[in-house]
């Protein structure tokens, strides 16, 4: 893409000035959060590992199990990465972040390639806990940041950053393909190094900016959305071919390089929307539609409020301010809509979580060929990122428009998972196909309304910690229905079928339980738990209904122009000059 020509103000004297914008500017920042999110996603990736944790070191599943509440503990346990990111820029958690990745997956892949004696089981636990932590470093680093710096439109923000976290899971599978072969072991060894190194990479231009809303931020948002999509689509095309047709290392080659132009695409909308930005300070500068002056009210401080006793930090826990306005994190943490929200997501995400991480096994104990059990944990990536990208869009449209109660969306999602619950545990003949969709999708549109709630009810001022308190309902869930309850029946049914057929099982011995049975009542609880969290979920709704037919993001559009007034001002008395230095 090339601009040329005076009018555009992109003489050749200017291209080095026109770079150094792009590459400092919000919509570079963007671009370089979706690529750090499109290979941060190795938590999703648990099921195509799994199967080689549990072969190579002896597990049973309820051990296998326990690494993947530690692998969720971690991936949700941010509230540290939260605090450092309140009082630091964010070049320091992803820097913590890469750090974390890279040694706790190459520990993983140093154990089941037998390069160290085999390690404990808390050995292993404490490897996949800090390897999955990173992620909470990345996300806080990158998601939050561009939520900060586009507060106006965050729920598509975080739909899209989302939605690269959930195909990365895809994107990774295509680049080891490409890379390794077909060998699940080096695929740990790639999750190690590639996101450490992408982080690395863009380290840089991950900042905050000062947020000035220009009209067409929504269009710009809407084009990354459309080029997303078509990535989508072109991963879930070839995932599919290649579970029908073996390809060459040179085809795996061709695949993988379609989509990394494709996944780099985005960088055509960072230079439209910058050129865009560029061309509208020349037109200042040269006089051209001046900013009209902004009348800004202000009121004078209540002298005598100022004179009355300070009311405690205690006190203050339980005074917050309005829904909507900046709360403290513990004004946050003891009000009933988070406690309301944290519940009904342990409901939501703890099942949800618990066929993601079993996808493979479930499969396998229900009697489907391996062929359609590769395909559907595959494409369970594409699902993921379907429920982000769609509650992300679809969610900010239904507010703006319909002045809907985002919590009404999660209590929809909730009652559509149940759906998927019920169709694996009475083992509904070619269910699974379904119920993989359908929690795929739900557990990817979980993530965007959990987080964009916390933003419109607390407030941005701690968005970075509430964030990562949020996140924190995934494991609790994850430990109660995937480890507690599907870990235990399943292991227990599995015993039952070695004593009826007259077998007992060695020490380290892997365990597998085979029919309907193995997770029939694990799954019947778990739709139990998840309608209870859909009802509890109402409540909520029913709290913020007035708050939600306000407009929301009405204080940010005035921060906003005020911002860019205020900007230009100062480019007019300063002169041209100055304009072009800054």
Same mark, same amino acid.
Request: net charge positive; charged share 15%; glycine share 8%.
């Given at each position: 893409?090339?601009?040329?020509?005076?009018?555009?103000?992109?003489?050749?004297?200017?291209?080095?000035?026109?770079?150094?914008?792009?590459?400092?500017?919000?919509w570079?920042? *963007?671009?370089?959060?979706?690529?750090?999110m499109?290979?941060?996603?190795?938590s999703?990736?648990?099921? &195509?590992? +799994?199967?080689?944790?549990?072969?190579?070191?002896g597990?049973?599943?309820?051990?296998?199990?326990?690494?993947?509440?530690?692998?969720?503990?971690?991936?949700?346990?941010?509230?540290?990465?939260?605090?450092i990111?309140?009082?630091?820029?964010?070049?320091?958690?992803?820097?913590?972040?890469g750090?974390?990745?890279?040694?706790?997956?190459?520990?993983?892949w140093?154990?089941?390639?037998?390069?160290? $004696?085999?390690?404990?089981?808390?050995?292993?636990?404490?490897?996949?806990?800090?390897?999955?932590?990173? %992620?909470?470093?990345?996300?806080?680093?990158?998601?939050?940041?561009?939520? #900060?710096?586009?507060?106006?439109?965050?729920?598509?923000?975080?739909?899209?950053?989302s939605? @690269?976290?959930?195909?990365?899971a895809?994107?990774?599978?295509?680049?080891?393909?490409?890379?390794y072969?077909?060998?699940?072991?080096?695929?740990?060894?790639?999750?190690?190094?590639?996101?450490?190194?992408?982080?690395?990479?863009?380290?840089?231009?991950?900042?905050? %900016?000062?947020?000035?809303?220009?009209?067409?931020?929504?269009?710009?948002?809407?084009?990354?959305?459309?080029?997303?999509?078509?990535?989508?689509?072109?991963?879930?095309?070839?995932?599919?071919?290649?579970?029908?047709?073996?390809?060459?290392?040179?085809?795996?080659?061709?695949?993988? +390089?379609?989509?990394?132009? &494709?996944?780099?695409?985005?960088?055509?909308?960072?230079?439209?929307?910058?050129?865009?930005?560029?061309?509208?300070?020349?037109?200042?500068?040269?006089?051209?539609?001046?900013?009209? $002056?902004?009348?800004?009210?202000?009121?004078?401080?209540?002298?005598?409020?100022?004179?009355?006793?300070?009311?405690?930090?205690?006190e203050?826990?339980?005074?917050? $301010?309005?829904?909507?306005?900046?709360?403290?994190?513990?004004?946050?943490?003891?009000?009933?809509?988070?406690?309301?929200?944290?519940?009904?997501?342990?409901?939501?995400?703890?099942?949800?979580?618990? *066929?993601v991480?079993?996808?493979?096994?479930?499969?396998?104990?229900?009697?489907?060929?391996? %062929?359609?059990?590769?395909?559907?944990?595959?494409?369970?990536?594409?699902?993921?990122?379907?429920?982000?990208?769609?509650?992300?869009v679809?969610?900010?449209?239904?507010?703006?428009?319909?002045?809907?109660?985002r919590?009404?969306?999660?209590?929809?999602?909730?009652?559509?998972?149940?759906?998927?619950?019920?169709?694996?545990?009475?083992?509904? $003949?070619?269910?699974?196909?379904?119920?993989?969709?359908?929690?795929?999708?739900?557990?990817?549109?979980?993530?965007?309304?959990?987080?964009?709630i916390?933003?419109?009810?607390?407030?941005?001022?701690?968005?970075?910690?509430? @964030?990562?308190v949020?996140?924190?309902?995934s494991?609790?869930?994850?430990? &109660?229905?995937?480890?507690?309850?599907?870990?235990h029946?399943?292991?227990?049914?599995?015993?039952?079928?070695?004593?009826?057929?007259?077998?007992?099982? #060695?020490?380290?011995?892997?365990?597998?339980?085979?029919?309907g049975?193995?997770?029939?009542?694990?799954?019947?609880?778990?739709?139990?738990?998840?309608?209870?969290?859909?009802?509890?979920?109402?409540?909520?709704?029913?709290?913020?209904?007035?708050?939600?037919?306000?407009?929301? @993001?009405?204080?940010?559009?005035?921060?906003?122009?005020?911002?860019?007034?205020?900007?230009?001002?100062? %480019?007019?008395?300063?002169?041209?000059?100055?304009?072009?230095?800054?």
């Amino acid at each position: 893409m090339v601009f040329s020509g005076q009018h555009d103000g992109l003489g050749s004297g200017n291209n080095k000035v026109f770079t150094f914008q792009v590459l400092t500017g919000r919509w570079f920042m *963007v671009f370089s959060s979706f690529m750090i999110m499109s290979v941060s996603g190795a938590s999703y990736m648990f099921a &195509l590992y +799994s199967r080689e944790i549990k072969s190579v070191l002896g597990y049973d599943q309820s051990t296998l199990n326990l690494l993947s509440f530690f692998k969720d503990l971690g991936s949700n346990i941010g509230i540290l990465s939260g605090l450092i990111n309140e009082v630091t820029p964010p070049f320091v958690v992803l820097t913590i972040g890469g750090v974390l990745n890279f040694f706790g997956y190459f520990m993983i892949w140093l154990a089941v390639t037998k390069k160290i $004696p085999k390690p404990q089981v808390w050995n292993m636990c404490l490897y996949i806990f800090i390897g999955a932590n990173s %992620h909470c470093s990345t996300n806080t680093g990158a998601l939050v940041t561009s939520v #900060k710096n586009f507060p106006g439109s965050r729920g598509i923000v975080l739909g899209l950053l989302s939605g @690269y976290l959930g195909l990365s899971a895809a994107i990774i599978t295509q680049l080891y393909y490409a890379f390794y072969g077909n060998d699940s072991k080096s695929l740990i060894l790639l999750m190690a190094w590639l996101p450490t190194a992408i982080t690395f990479v863009f380290l840089p231009v991950i900042r905050h %900016h000062r947020s000035i809303s220009q009209p067409n931020d929504s269009k710009a948002f809407y084009n990354f959305l459309y080029l997303t999509l078509v990535l989508a689509g072109f991963l879930m095309i070839v995932i599919i071919v290649q579970k029908c047709v073996t390809f060459t290392q040179s085809e795996y080659y061709v695949t993988t +390089s379609v989509m990394l132009l &494709l996944l780099v695409l985005p960088l055509a909308v960072v230079i439209v929307e910058e050129h865009k930005i560029w061309k509208r300070k020349q037109d200042n500068i040269n006089g051209q539609d001046p900013p009209k $002056p902004l009348n800004i009210t202000t009121e004078k401080p209540n002298l005598v409020k100022s004179t009355q006793k300070q009311v405690s930090w205690k006190e203050n826990i339980f005074r917050p $301010p309005g829904t909507g306005e900046d709360h403290t994190i513990l004004q946050a943490l003891f009000s009933l809509e988070m406690v309301i929200l944290f519940l009904a997501t342990i409901c939501g995400l703890g099942g949800t979580q618990t *066929v993601v991480n079993n996808l493979a096994q479930i499969g396998t104990s229900l009697g489907y060929p391996p %062929h359609s059990i590769t395909t559907f944990v595959s494409l369970m990536a594409i699902w993921i990122y379907l429920g982000k990208i769609v509650q992300g869009v679809v969610s900010e449209i239904i507010i703006t428009k319909f002045k809907v109660p985002r919590p009404l969306m999660l209590t929809l999602i909730l009652l559509l998972s149940c759906v998927g619950h019920l169709l694996i545990a009475f083992n509904v $003949p070619n269910g699974l196909y379904v119920a993989s969709v359908i929690i795929g999708f739900c557990f990817g549109a979980n993530w965007p309304l959990l987080f964009s709630i916390i933003s419109e009810l607390f407030g941005l001022k701690y968005y970075s910690t509430l @964030y990562n308190v949020g996140s924190v309902a995934s494991p609790i869930g994850s430990y &109660l229905l995937n480890v507690r309850v599907a870990g235990h029946l399943y292991d227990k049914e599995a015993r039952r079928q070695m004593t009826a057929l007259g077998l007992k099982r #060695k020490p380290g011995e892997e365990l597998n339980c085979n029919g309907g049975e193995c997770y029939k009542m694990a799954f019947i609880i778990i739709s139990a738990v998840t309608l209870f969290g859909a009802l509890v979920s109402l409540i909520l709704v029913l709290r913020t209904r007035e708050f939600y037919r306000n407009d929301i @993001y009405k204080k940010f559009r005035v921060e906003a122009t005020t911002a860019e007034t205020e900007m230009a001002v100062t %480019h007019n008395r300063n002169g041209p000059s100055a304009a072009n230095e800054s």
